[in-house]
């Protein structure tokens, strides 16, 4: 009787299961250890919001959302965003493309009728899966171990960080854990809040150390949130680290060159306020009319050229970071130092680390869940090549 190779996967997200899913039944026995009474829980709570799968951008430009790209690269041109479409549509979940370009799926299925497809998909491959179980630095009854433990934010969902101190006396280095994809500390001016707290800012732009991103945000009594900020996470994390403080510039009319954005404000009819011309000619909003007002001097609100420059380029200062539990996702984690290039760690032989355990950043939209996804196949297709029943 041939002996399989015992495999023992130490969390269920989305990493741990498309390893589990796409592992040789004929090779390996699989387990998946989970601490909590059910699979996958950060899981389904990201679907709540809009459950975007992954995102339909072309390759190469997929490829640059991420830091450091040179560690994703590899990985998702083994197992890329069209891979993974494909992959959901073989095992009964449709995917479409949203107006944003993020993928979904098939109007009508729920997160957790992708989670329950994909259980299915183990349960046919004989997968057996272990609930209330918590590691605490023990040598599993395997042959094989892979972590997917996840990061360190939403605990309610399992992913509380805990697990760094178990590697860190096995002597692994690990980088200290930093919210990403967050809402960023502003001090706004309490005028300001009077009228804008919680109202968004569409169509616009902010560039943070020469990156710069275009998307939505919303003013809220903390600060700043939403996709347009989140997807600058990285630059922002810089500043504040070096300098306890960062910058964003944001741009209100980012289609609108500013000469013509000049021309257009120093024809104002005398007859008019600049308020409402704004508000009329230029379709300024609520909140970025509160932002100039607050922001600008009443002198310079009434100087064409001093005034189109704000309105292209206006500074917003950042003190800091939600909490980390409040946090979509987090960086930190296992030092990418300490893996080869299938995801082994060097100093430990036969164990494996991937998923959002590993440093590396990502934005919204699909990105995270298709990193982590491209993880475990990448591994599982490592392990499927090199291991001989």
């Known amino acids: 009787?041939?002996?399989?190779?015992k495999i023992a996967i130490i969390g269920s997200g989305p990493a741990g299961l498309m390893l589990a899913a796409r592992l040789d039944e004929t090779k390996f026995e699989v387990s998946i250890y989970e601490k909590n009474s059910a699979?996958?829980?950060?899981?389904?709570?990201?679907?709540?919001?809009?459950?975007?799968?992954?995102?339909?951008e072309p390759l190469e430009q997929f490829i640059k959302r991420y830091t450091p790209a040179s560690f994703i690269e590899p990985i998702l041109r083994?197992?890329?965003?069209?891979?993974?479409?494909?992959?959901?549509n073989t095992i009964g979940i449709p995917t479409y493309t949203g107006t944003s370009k993020r993928v979904f799926p098939q109007k009508g299925i729920k997160p957790i009728k992708v989670l329950n497809v994909i259980l299915k998909v183990l349960k046919d491959k004989n997968v057996k899966l272990h609930t209330g179980y918590t590691w605490q630095g023990e040598k599993m009854d395997a042959?094989?171990?892979?972590?997917?433990?996840?990061?360190?934010?939403?605990?309610i969902t399992g992913s509380d960080g805990n697990w760094v101190t178990y590697f860190e006396k096995l002597g692994i280095e690990t980088i200290p854990f930093q919210a990403s994809n967050c809402a960023f500390r502003v001090d706004w001016p309490k005028n300001l809040l009077a009228i804008a707290a919680g109202l968004p800012l569409k169509n616009i732009s902010l560039t943070s150390l020469n990156v710069k991103k275009n998307g939505e945000v919303v003013i809220t009594e903390f600060g700043l949130e939403g996709s347009g900020i989140y997807a600058l996470s990285p630059q922002i994390r810089q500043q504040l680290?070096?300098?306890q403080k960062a910058i964003c510039y944001l741009d209100m009319k980012p289609t609108?060159?500013?000469?013509?954005?000049?021309?257009?404000?120093?024809?104002?009819?005398?007859?008019?306020t600049m308020s409402k011309y704004l508000e009329s000619t230029v379709n300024l909003s609520k909140a970025q009319l509160a932002l100039l007002k607050n922001m600008t001097t009443k002198e310079d609100f009434l100087k064409p050229e001093i005034l189109a420059t704000k309105i292209k380029e206006l500074p917003i200062y950042i003190t800091g970071l939600a909490p980390i539990d409040q946090a979509i996702s987090t960086t930190g984690g296992i030092s990418l130092k300490e893996i080869d290039e299938h995801f082994q760690l060097k100093k430990l032989p036969t164990n494996y680390v991937i998923g959002e355990m590993l440093d590396w950043d990502a934005p919204t939209g699909g990105y995270l869940l298709q990193a982590c996804f491209s993880m475990g196949y990448k591994?599982?297709?490592?392990?499927n090549s090199t291991i001989s029943v």
């Open 143 to 155: 042959d094989i171990t892979v972590f997917a433990l996840g990061g360190s934010s939403w605990k």
């Open 78 to 88: 083994a197992f890329s965003n069209t891979d993974l479409q494909t992959w959901l």
């Open 39 to 56: 699979p996958a829980r950060k899981f389904l709570v990201a679907g709540h919001g809009g459950f975007n799968l992954t995102h339909s």
């Open 1 to 5: 009787m041939t002996t399989k190779t």
């Open 256 to 272: 609108l060159p500013i000469g013509k954005l000049i021309e257009l404000l120093g024809s104002k009819p005398t007859d008019s």
């Open 241 to 243: 680290n070096e300098h």
């Open 379 to 383: 591994l599982a297709e490592h392990l």
